[in-house]
């Protein structure tokens, strides 16, 4: 893990790449380094050392001929497959790292080499000869990358903080818009107009600073194998082994519930190795709905962890809020944001690599909106035609939300269904052309929460608020050999409730943890709005303000939550969190 920067263009300058890299520090605070292949473009990496920490693996990394280097932020899972064939080629190696694999295989087979990696990465290869430079991503959006591109320049970085030093770019407050029902700009956007996000699975060999070619990476297409339990059950615990592997102490974000519990049962049952677990605790009068802690502590006397209770209750929040909010690079409306931090706080003195579960609820339908889509899809002809006249009855506040969000077209009732509100017609169409038709329409809706809802807030959030304390965060549910089997997977039943992740669990006599009711995992913000303490001080006077200075650019019902918010607390309490935090940090960021 680490950032990866470049400038290209007039304004490239030793002092101008340096700034990027000063400016991400805490992604790679073990090793940094700046460097101009030739006149007009800098590039520079912040190195965190996860495999092979020994200098002879910094980077930027060097061909022996000296004719291409590679910097690289992210993790090669199957680099000793990719490095076992290039030793029957001839080549040899120095360093047990993957970064000098990946060069290799680079220089061997050019951009197409990138379909056979797997793992997490955004990576930037410069050919000296052909004076070229290859910029991609991972398939899933793991690994971050922002660019910012202009006839004179091309800007490249890990985090949006890093291009912010090179130049001011207008805030971008139509996003607002996108934040309000969706929890983060719209996709490809930033809250900074002229910066945008590179698309998950994009490449592009670039010949001059301000000439695009994209590309996207393929999964590899499987012959003949039909999709079943048992090999996803082979292919997950491949997964674990290759992912909880690193030459540096690793650790277990653990919920207590399925997925981080699945894959940490796994790790112990291969292995017998016990691995620090970290779990946050909520106040005792709030466990009944917010009991990750407890399910935990009964999950550790199960099976052995090295595991450890985070409090959190308002004191805490307050207390770690300003520290917290200088680390956002992109505020995401989720309030699992700030619990991942302060978990990376705790965690960053024992561990550098956090795994978590992530993935697995949106590849294999975990959420509520993915059981709700469900129900609507089953009886589509019915609910079509009488949810509206059912709405009128008082049904509880889960119901109201499911008829007011059914629409005749699946698609759209699943956008309604995905957001914190429906939103307007006039946002609906920068997200419903993600939608592939080509998939079934059970498949169609999980394919786009992978390519929106994982990338743009869990993946973001996961990977800021670890990397904030120096921390890898990795994800074995995305492992590619996973993603290529859920591809050929066309069984509606399988993508509802994950039947497989459970089937495991209870194999693995943990049947009480697939039992569990699924929890999200957040702040118990509508509780803590309700007391009237601080934290509902704070809020309420922070979003009041945000009216009064950046209300005009705002719509109507953006207004009115901000200039009324004690009455939208108790059913729009999400929201309210969301423009609190959008609202601190564009003033910590003077836009």
């Known amino acids: 893990m680490c950032g990866i920067h470049l400038i290209w263009g007039k304004k490239a300058s030793k002092k101008s790449i340096q700034a990027l890299v000063d400016a991400t520090h805490h992604r790679?605070?073990?090793?940094?380094?700046?460097?101009?292949?030739?006149?007009?473009?800098?590039?520079?990496?912040?190195?965190?050392?996860?495999?092979?920490?020994?200098?002879?693996?910094?980077?930027?990394f060097w061909a022996p001929d000296g004719n291409s280097l590679l910097i690289l932020n992210g993790e090669i899972y199957n680099f000793l497959e990719l490095k076992s064939l290039l030793m029957k080629m001839g080549i040899e190696f120095i360093t047990q790292s993957d970064t000098e694999v990946l060069l290799h295989y680079l220089r061997v087979f050019g951009a197409k080499g990138l379909e056979k990696l797997n793992g997490m990465f955004a990576l930037i290869y410069i050919d000296l000869i052909s004076k070229s430079v290859l910029v991609a991503r991972d398939r899933n959006g793991e690994k971050p990358l922002y660019y910012a591109q202009s006839p004179d320049n091309l800007v490249i970085s890990s985090e949006l903080r890093g291009i912010t030093t090179f130049q001011n770019y207008a805030p971008d407050w139509d996003q607002v818009e996108h934040y309000f029902y969706f929890r983060a700009p719209a996709p490809g956007k930033t809250?900074?107009?002229?910066?945008?996000?590179?698309?998950?699975?994009?490449?592009?060999?670039?010949f001059r600073h301000?000439?695009?070619?994209?590309?996207?990476?393929?999964?590899?297409?499987?012959?003949?194998?039909?999709?079943?339990?048992?090999?996803?059950?082979?292919?997950?615990?491949?997964?674990?082994?290759?992912?909880?592997?690193?030459?540096?102490?690793?650790?277990?974000?653990?919920?207590?519930?399925?997925?981080?519990?699945?894959?940490?049962?796994?790790?112990?049952?291969?292995?017998?190795?016990?691995?620090?677990?970290?779990?946050i605790q909520h106040e005792k009068k709030y466990r009944t709905t917010y009991s990750d802690g407890d399910q935990a502590i009964r999950f550790s006397k199960q099976i052995p962890t090295k595991h450890q209770l985070i409090d959190v209750d308002q004191k805490i929040f307050l207390e770690n809020w300003d520290e917290y909010i200088r680390s956002v690079d992109l505020p995401i409306g989720d309030s699992a944001g700030f619990l991942t931090w302060l978990i990376g706080k705790k965690a960053k003195s024992e561990v550098k690599v956090l795994i978590s579960g992530a993935g697995a609820d949106e590849l294999w339908g975990g959420y509520q909106r993915h059981q709700a889509f469900s129900r609507f899809w089953d009886q589509h002809e019915f609910w079509s035609k009488w949810a509206g006249f059912l709405e009128m009855f008082p049904f509880g506040r889960e119901w109201k939300k499911f008829m007011s969000g059914i629409r005749p077209d699946p698609n759209h009732t699943f956008l309604n269904f995905s957001a914190l509100q429906n939103p307007p017609s006039e946002l609906t169409g920068d997200y419903e052309r993600i939608f592939n038709s080509k998939l079934s329409e059970y498949k169609r809706m999980l394919d786009f929460d992978r390519q929106v809802y994982l990338v743009q807030d869990v993946l973001k959030i996961h990977d800021n608020a670890l990397m904030a304390h120096g921390i890898e965060g990795r994800a074995p549910y995305l492992d590619t050999t996973l993603l290529a089997l859920w591809q050929k997977v066309e069984e509606p039943k399988l993508f509802t409730g994950k039947p497989w992740i459970k089937n495991l669990l209870r194999e693995n006599q943990l049947s009480w943890v697939a039992d569990r009711k699924k929890f999200g995992f957040g702040l118990p913000l509508k509780e803590w709005l309700r007391e009237k303490g601080e934290f509902s001080k704070k809020i309420f006077a922070t979003v009041k303000t945000f009216d009064l200075t950046h209300g005009d650019h705002f719509s109507n019902p953006v207004r009115q939550l901000l200039q009324n918010p004690e009455t939208g607390a108790k059913t729009q309490f999400l929201t309210l969190y969301n423009l609190f935090l959008l609202a601190e940090w564009a003033k910590l960021r003077q836009l």
Do not use: C
């Not at 910066?195 to 490449?203: M, Q, V």
């Not at 590309?215 to 992912?243: I, M, Y």
């Open 210 to 279: 301000d000439t695009f070619r994209w590309d996207t990476l393929k999964v590899s297409k499987e012959k003949n194998s039909v999709p079943s339990q048992a090999d996803f059950s082979e292919r997950l615990e491949k997964a674990v082994l290759n992912q909880f592997h690193a030459d540096v102490p690793v650790g277990m974000l653990l919920s207590g519930g399925a997925d981080s519990s699945l894959l940490y049962s796994l790790w112990y049952k291969k292995t017998g190795i016990q691995l620090p677990s970290y779990t």
């Open 28 to 60: 790679g605070p073990d090793q940094s380094a700046i460097y101009s292949p030739w006149n007009g473009l800098w590039i520079g990496v912040n190195r965190l050392k996860i495999l092979h920490p020994g200098s002879d693996a910094d980077q930027p």
């Open 191 to 206: 809250f900074h107009r002229g910066i945008s996000a590179w698309k998950p699975g994009r490449y592009s060999t670039i």
